[in-house]
């Protein structure tokens, strides 16, 4: 069973910096990738940042240099570091952790962290 439980959503000042946290119940290894997508009203989820098992990492165009992804291995925890937030950050940002099983790729998904920044 996949658990995902983000945490670290609130409201926050045009400029300012929140970081989320999104922790498994498994070995965060046994994960293709784990990341962020995010999802404003009347929009469709977009992807924001993953991070590969080995480490590579991708981000959405409209969050590159200022959110940071990265993970613990021993708390089995990714993070987003979210800086320099601007009013079109306003989401709320799901966990997702994709597993492999043979040729199939799963998505996991969290219930999702609201993000507002407004001033």
């Known amino acids: 069973q996949v658990q995902l439980v983000e945490s670290g959503g609130g409201l926050v000042q045009p400029g300012g910096s929140l970081r989320l946290s999104c922790a498994t119940s498994?070995?965060?290894?046994?994960?293709?990738?784990m990341g962020w997508y995010r999802q404003a009203p009347g929009k469709q989820r977009e992807l924001v940042a993953h991070?590969?098992?080995?480490?590579?990492?991708k981000y959405g165009d409209s969050v590159k240099g200022r959110f940071t992804i990265s993970r613990d291995n021993v708390k089995n925890t990714v993070y987003l570091q979210l800086d320099s937030l601007k009013p079109e950050d306003t989401a709320v940002y799901y966990c997702?952790?994709?597993?492999?099983?043979?040729?199939?790729?799963?998505?996991?998904w969290g219930q999702g962290t609201q993000v507002t920044v407004s001033s």
């Open positions: 997702n952790a994709k597993m492999s099983a043979g040729p199939t790729m799963y998505d996991y």
């Open positions: 498994r070995n965060i290894l046994s994960y293709h990738a």
């Open positions: 991070i590969t098992r080995d480490d590579s990492t």
